[in-house]
């Protein structure tokens, strides 16, 4: 099922513009002003941005990856005042950089203040972006909706550490995640635990929602803590186990 541009609700503060593959890039604004969030592509951004009249303020990159950071030369084209906030470890690999992070920072964008939470696991530098007073949680590949991200430079160890650091957040914070990989993350999840009520549920309202174009992100903490096998993993060595399985699940 083909995926459709989210436009924002009225006085909702974050869109979704689907890209690539099943790629989201996140768009965070206030009316006026935006800040992006892991543009993989410049030029449906750009549109976006130009349709709805905002300034681009800010990119706010998770990770070094290439599907979260290949928009922003196109954005600095269009908007070279944009300030560019990334992991300050990470420079080497994510160049463009203007305002270097790391864990425990706080920045205000937007009028909103938020928390920089390190988050390895899926990278070594990888970070998230906590924004409470829009109860929004930008956690780019390390936290995914029923799901995390595959351990490429970190040890399950990390992973354990950083899901549970973001499972502990307020129970109705929104996850903006940076894939749709949710109906398959449930699949594998439900072929664990067949039995497992909330999983069914959720399964099923995430299937509805695809058979008509929808996404499923946002998802809150609240239901990660209640489906995300990977969240609730009790150790990093049963977390190693998870991933491995959905590693090779091909159902």
Not at 68 to 74: A, C, E, L, Q, S
Not at 241 to 247: A, Q
Request: charged share 15%.
């Amino acid at each position: 099922m083909p995926q459709t541009q989210t436009t924002p609700a009225p006085g909702a503060p974050v869109a979704l513009i689907p890209v690539l593959q099943d790629n989201y890039v996140m768009v965070w604004h206030d009316g006026r002003r935006a800040v992006v969030v892991d543009p993989a592509v410049a030029g449906p951004v750009i549109h976006w941005l130009e349709q709805h009249g905002l300034e681009l303020e800010a990119v706010l990159q998770t990770h070094h990856h290439s599907d979260h950071i290949g928009g922003t030369p196109g954005l600095l084209r269009r908007w070279p005042q944009a300030a560019v906030v990334a992991a300050g470890a990470d420079r080497e690999r994510i160049p463009l950089q203007t305002v270097a992070v790391g864990d425990g920072d706080r920045l205000t964008l937007l009028g909103q203040e938020l928390t920089v939470m390190a988050v390895p696991g899926h990278t070594r530098h990888h970070l998230a972006f906590h924004v409470p007073g829009i109860d929004a949680l930008f956690c780019g590949d390390t936290l995914f909706a029923g799901g995390c991200g595959r351990l490429f430079e970190g040890t399950a160890e990390q992973m354990h550490h950083s899901l549970q650091r973001l499972a502990a957040l307020p129970a109705a914070t929104q996850v903006w995640c940076a894939h749709e990989y949710t109906e398959a993350n449930l699949r594998w999840a439900a072929a664990q635990r067949p039995a497992d009520g909330a999983i069914a549920a959720r399964l099923a309202e995430v299937r509805r929602l695809r058979f008509t174009g929808q996404p499923t992100i946002p998802s809150t903490v609240a239901l990660e803590r209640t489906t995300n096998l990977f969240v609730q993993a009790p150790d990093g060595a049963s977390l190693a186990l998870l991933r491995e399985s959905k590693n090779h699940w091909s159902g």
